[in-house]
């Protein structure tokens, strides 16, 4: 029983020392000057999830999550709806240069977006694909106020 429970508290150790090296291993590898890209293939390769993936490297590589959408497509295009979903989740005010990098780095477009009745496109449910001043201005009725028709002074012409 004790050699059970000793066996179990190594591998435990093990498997988290294992973790916290795939972890820090994109960081590691950037700083050793490997490309976004391969750093994540090296962490794809070691176990890790492309969402982990990419949340690392944009914690890695901060200001350059447009580039990391692009590499970690490259890396796994099967995935490029999860990717463009986990770096959106992480920076919601970038969801259209995400979007348009993640087009860029060849993902069909159908996958990173999905289609609404005004045929404009959204990067996840609830998300329209418009900048958030454009989406702050979208429900405002454009009705004119009865006497301000044409903006000018004075009374209109009788003609």
Not at 57 to 69: H, I, K
Not at 91 to 96: S, T, V
């Amino acid at each position: 029983m004790k050699k059970k429970i000793v066996l179990n508290s190594l591998m435990a150790i093990a498997l988290a020392t294992g973790m916290a090296t795939a972890t820090a291993s994109i960081k590691t590898d950037l700083a050793q000057g490997a490309s976004l890209e391969t750093a994540i293939q090296y962490a794809v390769d070691e176990g890790m999830s492309i969402e982990q993936a990419v949340t690392e490297a944009m914690a890695a590589a901060p200001g350059l999550t447009s580039s990391v959408v692009a590499a970690a497509i490259s890396v796994a295009p099967q995935n490029a709806s999860k990717i463009v979903q986990t770096a959106v989740k992480a920076n919601p005010r970038q969801a259209i240069a995400i979007q348009q990098a993640a087009i860029s780095a060849g993902a069909n477009p159908a996958t990173v977006t999905a289609a609404t009745a005004s045929g404009g496109g959204t990067i996840l449910p609830g998300l329209p694909a418009l900048p958030p001043r454009a989406r702050a201005f979208a429900n405002r009725p454009s009705v004119v106020p009865p006497g301000n028709r044409g903006g000018g002074r004075g009374n209109a012409s009788p003609s």
